[in-house]
């Protein structure tokens, strides 16, 4: 205990060195708090982005239709899958969907588009199209069909305006066509939304397919918690996969973007580095300064029977102390900093990344995690960085130390 | 190692060889030359001794308290302290056998200046793990043996050179050492300090049976050291024990 008030008081005894070393760290700190802040506020928002634009946090699909996109892979048991989800607690929505390749055509011209077929209201609580829809409404009536307004303008339609769907059914893979009418006409700021993609109602996609009214080709599902979404390990994936299902996360629906923000998350442990480097460097020059000015003090407490490894403690101690005051400063002048941006918002609005065009003010995430796990980072980074100085210390020859006296 | 108890002749307590030191030399290397500070010393010093060790700059007065303390290894011969050879100790035996049976004073004092008077006194006892109540006692029977009783908060920059100088002969004799190594104690302090300093630890030698080895310039501390030990180009000139 004496040599933790000893070590205390050393750091006091000039004051100015020790506040512009703690200021120094602090300041770097309080940078990778917010950094860090922002970038957690950036992926959350992207993945609610990428997420609650359509796509859904995760789904379910038959094994191989995803990258087939074949009709007769259909899920089967869709009607059971609903009604499981539904009734777990760590799902907030799910909707089921149909998907195919419809030609699509109007009067004036022609497009191939990927037709989805929807549950309006169970969609509602999953995606934003009801959000996207500017003309119109979302509600899809019977034999409506909602276009985005690239489409529209390709097709040369609006709403009101006949277009005819022409898809292949399961089974003998009959060309089929019916005649729907746009009841609505969107607008997502997604140019692949925009100008390839069509809603059409799900009982409407089963006829037209000749689907059983229980076959399902997705189910697009929203949780409670976000961190199930992208945690791999989690027991939900397990406990809904088997048999010919595929259940995935957002991970794995949009691997660029999983890249990109891993690819995020190297450069901030990069920028972690860079602060640590700055930590050691300066924890070293802090404890070097201090110590090249009590070099006889230290040959002083060697002589009166201090032994090396308390001399080591001693500086090992001072390095806790120092980067303790660092660590107040730089928490101090984090939160605030994060807390006044996180309060106020960046604008970021049409910046399109991995795929993901943003389009709500990010808001930096204060996590405890950051106050805890960079904090401890700062102190072990100085506390392994004293070593150096520390073993100096204890290896300092008394005589040497004291050459202008005894 | 325990200090006899306390005497009214100081010839009553002279007893047992505390230091021996054997041909000891001390060569320094700088660069490509070689300073021999110390050639072939051989000194012997009994408990109770109340010796100052003198010479002019560069006599091997400093490089000889160094070998005998230990904070210095000599080049050859060989040093003992109670029987004990200093150059076989490990550092750790070094700095635990200075703490128990060493007392330092040193030139300019030397008290650590983020402690108090009171701190300073105690801190050889709290690395020699002394529980506190003993510790206070003893820091407060050194300093009425030091005269500094009532400036125990104060820290060491807000003392005279003379009350400083007496904190450290108090933290010397805290640790109820057998030997105190005194580092020309009395040259930063007017002759009147200087004086009470050296009849206060002379009083502490005949008291207590306590070693003093000094080294020193001081004609005040030559003049009544009972053995005064000329030092000369780093070997003894003269060896003279005093009558009193």
């Given at each position: 205990?004496?040599l ?34 922002l ?66 055509s ?11 077929g ?57 060309l ?5 009418r ?57 406990q ?5 299902r595929?259940v995935l ?10 890249a ?7 450069s ?16 070293i020059?802090?404890?070097f ?23 080591f ?54 996590t ?7 904090p ?31 | ?26 060569t320094y ?29 560069g ?30 100790m ?31 006194v ?13 510790r ?26 003379g009350?400083?100088?007496r904190?450290?002969i ?11 190594l ?34 020193t ?13 000329t030092?000369?180009?780093?070997r003894?000139?003269?060896?003279e024990?005093?009558?009193?």
């Open positions: 205990m004496y933790v008030r000893l070590a205390w008081r050393n750091l006091l005894r000039n004051l100015r060195r020790t506040l512009l070393a703690g200021l120094a760290v602090g300041i770097g700190l309080a940078g990778l708090l917010f950094t860090d802040a970038f957690v506020g950036l992926q959350e928002n992207m993945i609610r982005t990428a997420t609650e634009t359509f796509l859904g946090q995760g789904q379910i699909h038959r094994q191989g239709f995803r990258s087939h996109l074949e009709v007769e892979l259909a899920l089967s048991d869709g009607a059971e899958l609903m009604a499981r989800l539904d009734t777990d607690n760590r799902v907030r929505a799910a909707a089921p969907r149909t998907q195919f390749f419809a030609m699509i109007s009067p004036a011209n022609v497009a191939a588009t990927s037709v989805f929807i549950d309006p209201d169970r969609e509602h609580e999953v995606s934003l199209i009801h959000e996207a829809v500017e003309q119109g409404d979302a509600s899809l009536p019977s034999g409506g069909v909602l276009i985005g307004h690239e489409l529209a303008e390709l097709l040369e339609v609006e709403l009101g305006d006949r277009l005819i769907v022409t898809a292949t059914t399961t089974g003998a893979g009959e089929t066509q019916e005649m729907v746009v009841s609505g006409i969107f607008r997502f700021g997604a140019r692949s939304l925009d100008d390839g993609v069509a809603f059409v109602p799900l009982e409407f996609s089963r006829k037209l397919l000749e689907l059983s009214s229980s076959d399902l080709h997705e189910i697009a599902i929203q949780f409670r918690d976000l961190g199930i979404a992208g945690d791999r390990s989690h027991p939900f994936w397990r809904y996969s088997g048999g010919d595929e996360g957002w991970r794995d629906l949009l691997p660029e973007l999983d990109m923000l891993e690819l995020s998350q190297f901030m442990f990069v920028v972690l580095l860079i602060l640590f480097g700055v930590v050691a460097l300066s924890v020059n802090t404890l300064m201090s110590l090249h000015e009590r070099t006889f003090e230290f040959g002083v407490l060697r002589a009166v029977g201090t032994r090396p490894r308390q001399l403690l001693l500086i090992v101690l001072e390095a806790a102390c120092l980067s303790l005051i660092s660590i107040a400063i730089g928490s101090l002048f984090g939160l605030t900093s994060t807390a006044l941006v996180a309060h106020t918002g960046i604008d970021y609005s049409g910046i399109d990344m991995a795929g993901v065009t943003i389009t709500r003010l990010v808001h930096p995430v204060i405890v995690d950051q106050y805890v796990m960079f401890a980072w700062v102190l072990g980074f100085a506390l392994v960085a004293s070593i150096y100085p520390a073993t100096y210390a204890a290896r300092m020859e008394p005589a040497q130390a004291m050459r202008r006296s005894l | 190692m325990t200090p006899p108890a306390s005497s009214s002749s100081p010839a009553a307590y002279i007893g047992d060889t505390l230091i021996r030191v054997e041909s000891a030399s001390r290397v700088t660069g490509e030359v070689e300073i021999p500070a110390l050639s072939e010393v051989s000194l012997t010093v009994s408990q109770g001794e109340f010796t100052a060790v003198a010479g002019p700059s006599s091997g007065k400093s490089t000889l308290l160094n070998l005998i303390s230990g904070l210095d290894t000599p080049t050859a011969g060989a040093i003992y302290i109670a029987g004990r050879r200093v150059s076989d490990t550092g750790t035996e070094l700095s635990d056998f200075r703490r128990d049976h060493m007392g330092f004073i040193f030139q300019s004092y030397n008290l650590i200046p983020v402690l108090s008077v009171t701190e300073n105690e801190y050889i006892m709290l690395l020699q793990g002394v529980p506190a109540a003993e206070r006692s003893r820091v407060e029977e050194a300093l009425e043996l030091v005269a500094l009783a009532g400036i125990s908060s104060r820290r060491p920059d807000q003392l005279s050179g009350q400083q100088q904190v450290a108090a933290r010397a004799m805290v640790s109820q050492p057998n030997l105190i005194a580092d020309e104690p009395t040259a930063n302090l007017d002759s009147a300090t200087g004086s009470a300093l050296v009849d206060m630890m002379r009083q502490i030698n005949s008291e207590r049976g306590v070693t003093f080895l000094f080294s310039h001081d004609i005040m501390i030559m003049e009544r050291a009972r053995r005064l030990v030092l000369r180009d780093g003894i000139d003269n060896d024990v005093r009558n009193e």
